[in-house]
């Protein structure tokens, strides 16, 4: 279940928002880096765990790319990791449970539902027109993640195989700015995590399967990516302590 956003959204959003390399990490506070298609994902994570510590975070949060994660991990900029794919050789690493790859569109697109070959031809552009798929005669404007960010590698492995998107498919070099593609383009086909998605879209069923705890914890919602943490090596309190805690929300 999604959890609700206490009082610590504004400022731990406002903070997720600036990236990792522009804010120093105050003396003692371990930071943990994640990607930016991963920020709400972390922030209802961090909201949730604030809550429940009922004070304030004991660790600094940021986002960055993959690779720059990585780099400040290394160079001990930030302490953990929160990623998917593979972890780097030899790195410690710990799974945090399945997210699901939300497939939206405009709200006032009629589609409820698309299979994985239509979602293929609608990416490709076989299917340039909304109506191809059922819908009306609409241009699709297909929109993806910049490539490198790990839940846009996921949705091309899983959806594209070895096909090329269409070429004038929107690059969103965030969730935030994939949505508003989206509410603003009445043709806008995108993929977000599920915690980004806003009552401002439609959230479309894949295979006749909405994405929900139920659905993705038994594996039959198709499109799940898998998230973990990964250090040189296992961090301990307070970072600990936080992966346990995630990890104890798993359904």
Not at 73 to 89: K, M
Not at 107 to 134: A, F, K, M, Q
Not at 146 to 152: A, I, K
Not at 210 to 235: K, Q
Request: proline share 12%; aromatic share 6%; net charge negative.
């Amino acid at each position: 279940m999604k959890p609700a956003v206490g009082r610590w959204s504004l400022a731990l959003t406002a903070l997720l928002a600036a990236c990792a390399s522009t804010i120093p990490t105050p003396a003692g506070l371990p930071r943990l880096v994640s990607q930016p298609y991963y920020e709400t994902v972390l922030v209802d994570w961090a909201v949730a765990y604030a809550e429940e510590l009922d004070g304030a975070l004991p660790f600094d949060l940021a986002t960055s790319t993959r690779t720059e994660g990585i780099d400040q991990v290394e160079d001990g900029e930030a302490a953990l990791l929160v990623t998917s794919g593979e972890p780097p050789d030899g790195w410690f690493a710990t799974p945090l449970g399945p997210q699901a790859m939300a497939v939206i569109i405009h709200p006032d697109n009629p589609i409820r539902d698309l299979g994985l070959d239509e979602l293929l031809d609608l990416y490709t552009g076989h299917s340039s027109s909304w109506e191809g798929v059922g819908g009306r005669d609409v241009p699709v404007q297909p929109i993806l993640p910049l490539p490198g960010e790990p839940v846009g590698d996921a949705f091309r492995a899983r959806v594209l195989a070895d096909a090329r998107p269409w070429p004038g498919t929107f690059l969103a070099p965030t969730a935030a700015a994939a949505l508003e593609v989206v509410m603003e383009n009445k043709g806008a086909l995108g993929v977000v995590p599920l915690a980004a998605v806003t009552p401002e879209v439609r959230l479309l069923r894949i295979g006749g399967i909405l994405p929900g705890d139920s659905t993705i914890g038994s594996g039959t919602y198709p499109l799940t990516v898998e998230l973990f943490a990964t250090a040189p090596e296992e961090p301990g309190p307070p970072l600990r302590d936080f992966l346990v805690w995630i990890q104890s929300q798993v359904p």
